[in-house]
Nanobody
């Protein structure tokens, strides 16, 4: 099976920074897109940023210029550097990945989610 394990959340004051990390492990042949989503209380889960295995990124307008997504393909890890944090960034942040695995007979691709990590920005 495949697991995504996030780390790096916490409490920070407005204007501060945090770095999230998410490592994928298990039955992994390849990983195409990795990304971060967030869900604030009472709101729907929304895209924060994604990055392909080739390094192409897609950022939400609300985080452009403040957040940077990156990945280490050798470590199956995606990062989210969050700077100039605002109270409205407060949410549970979820890691997401499209992972191809093999059962020894054929390959299959599934989407996986991490358990989420809380980010709280105080004003």
């Amino acid at each position: 099976q495949v697991q995504l394990v996030e780390s790096g959340g916490g409490l920070v004051q407005a204007g501060g920074s945090l770095r999230l990390a998410c490592e994928a492990s298990g039955n992994i042949f390849s990983i195409y897109t990795m990304g971060w989503y967030r869900q604030a209380p009472g709101k729907q889960r929304e895209l924060v940023a994604t990055i392909t295995s080739g390094g192409a990124t897609n950022d939400a307008e609300s985080v452009k210029g403040r957040f940077t997504i990156s990945r280490d393909n050798a470590k199956n890890t995606v990062y989210l550097q969050m700077n100039s944090l605002k109270p409205e960034d407060t949410a549970v942040y979820y890691c997401n990945a499209d992972i191809t695995s093999s059962n020894g007979h054929y390959f299959y691709t599934s989407q996986y989610w991490g358990q989420g990590t809380q980010v709280t920005v105080s004003s």
